[in-house]
C-alpha cells in the first residue's frame, strides 16, 4: 500500500525540520511544473506502507496572492493527497490557526502537529492537545522536531491513514450569513467526477474569487463569472461588507475561539526572550549597524572566504581540466584540433561555474541558518520602506550585497539568493537589477582602465564606479517595476516577526546540500549548451586560406629556429623530425601546467614517462640539454604567440567578430570601435575575458616580427622580449587604442550597466524559469547601457569637457533622480477629515 501525505503550514513554522525528521534523507528536490518554487519530497516506509512525503511551501493562507500559495492550492487540488499534516508553530498558536480553518474545509483528512511544543512549554504557554483534537474533530500531536519529539507518534498516525479516510467526515464551519450564498452554489455546480476536493470548499474559494478554482469550475459552468459576481453583490448589498473580509474576520473569531478554550498562558504579560533581543535587533538606532554587520559578516564569510576555500578546490578542477586535455588529440605545433579546442573550452566553461561550490555552500548554509533563527523576515522589515519606494523588497538587500553592491561580489550567488522574496515584483526587478552590480570579475576591467587613463584620479574614480551602480539599480528597478512587471502579482505586505529559534545543524547542511545539487544539475546541463553555441560562434567561419599560409609560414619559420639552435646538440637525434618535435613541445607544455597547478608527483611521472625528453625539462648541467631547453622556451613562447594570433584573427573574422563590426555604426556614439564591441561580446562567457581581449587586441605590433628574429642569438632575443614584456597591460592599452580618458569613462558607464555573464543569465533562467527572462535580462541592459553610453559620450564630446568631468555629472544627476524619487510622497491617504480637535 502507498499513501502521499502533504506538508503544509505557515512560513517559519519548522515545517522542513519536522520533514527532515520524519522523512529521513531519501529526498527528491526538483520545481512545480512550469515555477521555480521547490519541490520537495521524502520517500520513507512504515510497515508495510510506503509514504511519499511532499512539503508544500510555507503559506500563510490558501488565496492566491503569491506562487507559493498557489502551488499549494494546486498541489491540493490536483494531486489528491491522502491526508494533510499541518504544522503549527504551537509557540504562535493563534496565528498559525488561520491557514489551519482553511485546510480543514479542503475535504481531505488533517493531522495538527503541535510543532516547537517546548518552547510553547518554556513562555509558559500549556495547550490542551486533546480538548483542541475535540474541538477541531481531527488528531492533534505535540512535537518538537529539534529535539527530535513527536516522530514516533506521526508515524503511528500515517500508519492509519486508512482508518483515518474510512472515519473521515466533512468539516464545516458555520458561515451564518454567507451559508445559504454557499448553499445556491453548491446546488449550481456539479464536480463529482472533476475533483476528490470537497464541493462546498470549492464553493466557498469562489466565492472569494478565487481565480484557480474559477478557472476549474469554468469547464463546466461557463457563466460561472457572472454568478459569482451576482452573489457577492447581492451579500454585498445585503451585509455592507465583502467575502473576503468577512471570511478573514470568521476564520480569525474562530482561532481566537480556540485559543481562548485550549491554551493557558502561565506567563501572559512577561517579555519573552523574542520581545527582548527584538528591543536591541529592532531599534529604530542599532537596527541598520546590525543589519550592516550581518551583511558584512555574510560576504566576508561567503564571498571572501569562499573564494580562498576555492584555492583548495581549484587543483581539483584543475586536474579534471588536465586529464581532458591528456585525453584530447595532442596538438600539432601551431595547429590545434577543433575537438580539443571544444573540449577545453567546455571544460573551461564548466569548471569556472563548479568553482563557485564553496562560495554557494557557505552562502545556503548562512542563508538557512538566517531562516531558522528568524532574521530574515527581520531584515525585510528594516529595509523594506527604503527599497519599497523603488519597487524593490526589504529582502531584496543580501542579493545586492552578494552581487557587488560594496564592488567585488558576485551576480551568481546575489541572483540565487533572491529566492526567498515572497514579493514576485520585487523579486523579479531583484533578479534583473542584482547582475548591474559590481562583481569580482568587473574589477580588473575597471583596473586596466583605470590605470590606462586615470592613473591620478583612481580614488575618486572608483568610489564613483563603486556607488553609482547602487543608484543605478534604483532607478532601474523603478523604471521596470512601473512598466514590464507593473503587472506581476505582489503579495500584501505581511510582515510577520516570528519567534527566535535555534538552527539544528542536520537541517542547515542538508538545506545547503540540496540547493547545491539543484545548482550542479541545472548549470551543468545548461552550460554546455550555451557555450557550445558561443564556441560556434567564436570559430566559424574560421581563417581564411591567406591566413592560414601566413601563420604555416610562421610556423616554418619558428621551427627553422629551433631546428638551428638543437642542431648543435648531441640530442639532435631525438628532435629531427617535426613529430617528434610536437610531442616534445607538448610534453613541455603538458610539464608546465601541471605544474603551475600545483599537481604533486610531475617530476616523477614525467620521468618515468619519457626520461629522455625529461632530461630537457629539467638539464641541471648537462650542457647539450641546457641548449634544447633554452630552445623550447623560445618555441614554446613563438608557438603561444601565434596561437595567440591565430585566436585574435578568428574572432576578427567569426561571426562574433562580424556581430562586432555590425554594431560599431551604432556603438560609435559611444566612442567604441569594432574591437571595443568584440571584447564585450565575447566577455558574455566571462567578465575576465574583456581584459584578456582588450590585452590581446591593443597588444604591440612587434610580436610576429620578434617570433621572426628569435634565434640562437640569445641577447637579441631576450632584448627584444624584454622591450615586449616591459608595457604593463593599461600601458600598451593607452599607447596603442587611441582612446582618450573620456573614451574610457564611457567604456566603463557601458561596463557598469552592460549585460550580465553567461553565468549569471544560467542562473536568471533558473530563477524565472523562463527563457524570455533570460532574453531580457541580456538585451535590455545591453540597449539602455549603449544608449546610456552613447548620451554621455555625444553630449560629453560637444560641451568638450573631460572623462572625470562628465562622469561627475553622470554620478550627481543619478544621484539628484534618487533624491527626488526618494522624497516623492506616497499615495498612502485616501481620505482626510474625521474629529478636529475643539471643534
Known sequence: MSIKVALAGQPNCGK?????????????????????????????????????????????????????????KEFIINESPDIILNIVDASNLKRNLYLTFQLLEVGVPVVIVLNMSDVANRRGIIIDAKKMSEFLGCPVIEASAAKGQGKDEILEILRKTSELKENYQEFRANYDEL???????????????????????????????????LEILKSTHKDINSKITALREKFNSKLGKNIETFLASFRYENADIIFNECVSETKK??????????????NKWLSFPILFLIIFITYELSIVFGYHLTNYTWPVLAAIKNFIIDISPSADIARIPLITDMAVWLANSTIALLNYLPIFFILFALIAIMEDVGYMPRMAFILDKLFRKFGLHGQSTLPLVLGGAFVGGCAVPGVMSTKGISDDRARMATILTVPLMNCLAKVPFYTLLLGAFFPTQMSIMLFYISTVTVLAALLIAKLLTSTVLRTRETAPFVMELPPYHMPTFKGVILRSCERVWIYIKKVCTIVVAVAVILFVLLQFPGLSKEKQEHYTNEEQVLLASFDKVVKKSSYYSLVDSREEVASLLNFYDGYRAKKMSGSKGVDEKYQEDNPEFYKFLVPKNDKDAKLINGALRKLSTGRNKILREQKNDKIESSL????????????????????????????????ESAVATLGSIYESNKDSSSIATVS????????????????????????????????????????????????????????????????????????????????????????????????????????????????LPEKRKNWSGGIVKNR
Open 16 to 72: 522542513s525540520t519536522i520533514f527532515n525528521m520524519v522523512s529521513g534523507i531519501r529526498q527528491h528536490i526538483a520545481n512545480y511544473p512550469g515555477v521555480t518554487v521547490d519541490k520537495k519530497s521524502g520517500y520513507f516506509s512504515v510497515g508495510d506502507i510506503d509514504i511519499e512525503m511532499v512539503d508544500l511551501p510555507g503559506t500563510y493562507s490558501f488565496s492566491s496572492y503569491s506562487l507559493e500559495e498557489k502551488v499549494a
Open 179 to 213: 451559508e445559504e450564498y454557499i448553499l445556491e452554489l453548491e446546488n449550481e455546480v456539479n464536480l463529482e467526477d472533476k475533483t476528490a476536493i470537497s464541493k462546498r470548499w470549492l464553493c466557498i474559494k469562489a466565492l472569494e474569487k478565487d481565480q484557480a478554482i
Open 269 to 282: 504579560g512577561e517579555l519573552t526572550t523574542t520581545d527582548k533581543a527584538d528591543k536591541i535587533i529592532l
Open 656 to 687: 562574433l567578430g562580424m556581430a562586432g563590426r555590425a554594431l560599431e555604426p551604432i556603438s560609435q556614439f559611444a566612442g567604441f570601435d569594432w574591437k571595443i564591441n568584440v571584447a564585450f561580446l565575447s566577455s558574455f562567457a566571462a567578465r
Open 712 to 823: 640562437d642569438d640569445s641577447n637579441t632575443t631576450s632584448s627584444t622580449i624584454a622591450d615586449e614584456s616591459s608595457l604593463r597591460p593599461e600601458e600598451m592599452m593607452a599607447k596603442n587604442s587611441g582612446y582618450t580618458p573620456l573614451h574610457a569613462a564611457s567604456i566603463i558607464i557601458f561596463m557598469l550597466l552592460t549585460p550580465p555573464c553567461i553565468a549569471t543569465m544560467i542562473v536568471v533562467k533558473m530563477q524565472t524559469n523562463s527563457w524570455a527572462w533570460m532574453c531580457f535580462g541580456i538585451f535590455f541592459p545591453f540597449g539602455l547601457a549603449l544608449a546610456v553610453a552613447s548620451l554621455f559620450f555625444t553630449v560629453s564630446s560637444i560641451f568638450g569637457i573631460s572623462g572625470l568631468e562628465a562622469i561627475s555629472w553622470y554620478y550627481f544627476t543619478l544621484l539628484f533622480a534618487v533624491l527626488v524619487l526618494w522624497f
